[in-house]
C-alpha cells in the first residue's frame, strides 16, 4: 500500500469528523455508556480487523477507547487505514 500524502488525508477526513491526523496516523477517541458496550464495539472491530488484515493501535480505559490507525509497513496512512476507520464508524454507530 502507498503511503497518502496529507492533502489527501485531509479531503478524506471530511468524510470522517470523528478523526484527527497527527502523528503520521489517524486518530479517535470514542466513549460509551459502559465498559461492556465498549467491550463489545471493540470485539466487532477486531473481527473487522482480522477481514481487512490490518489492526489499530487502541486502549482502553473504562467506557472509553482511543485509537489510532497507520500502516506500518508505509510508514503512514494507507487506504487501508480508512478502510478500516469506515468500518469502525459503522459499528460505533451502531453502538450509539
Not at 500524502?5 to 497527527?22: G, M
Not at 472491530?45 to 481487512?52: H, S
Not at 489499530?56 to 478502510?83: M, R
Amino acid at each position: 500500500m502507498k503511503k497518502l500524502d496529507k492533502d489527501t488525508i485531509e479531503k478524506k477526513l471530511l468524510h470522517f469528523p470523528d478523526w484527527d491526523y497527527y502523528e503520521d496516523a489517524l486518530h479517535a477517541e470514542f466513549e460509551f455508556d459502559n465498559f461492556k458496550d465498549c467491550f463489545s464495539a471493540m470485539s466487532r472491530i477486531a473481527f473487522e480487523c482480522e477481514a481487512l488484515n490490518h489492526h489499530p493501535d487502541w486502549t482502553n480505559v473504562y467506557n472509553v477507547l482511543t485509537i489510532s490507525l497507520s500502516t506500518h509497513s508505509a510508514k503512514g496512512v494507507t487506504e487501508k487505514d480508512f478502510q478500516l476507520a469506515e468500518a469502525i464508524e459503522a459499528i460505533v454507530e451502531v453502538q450509539e
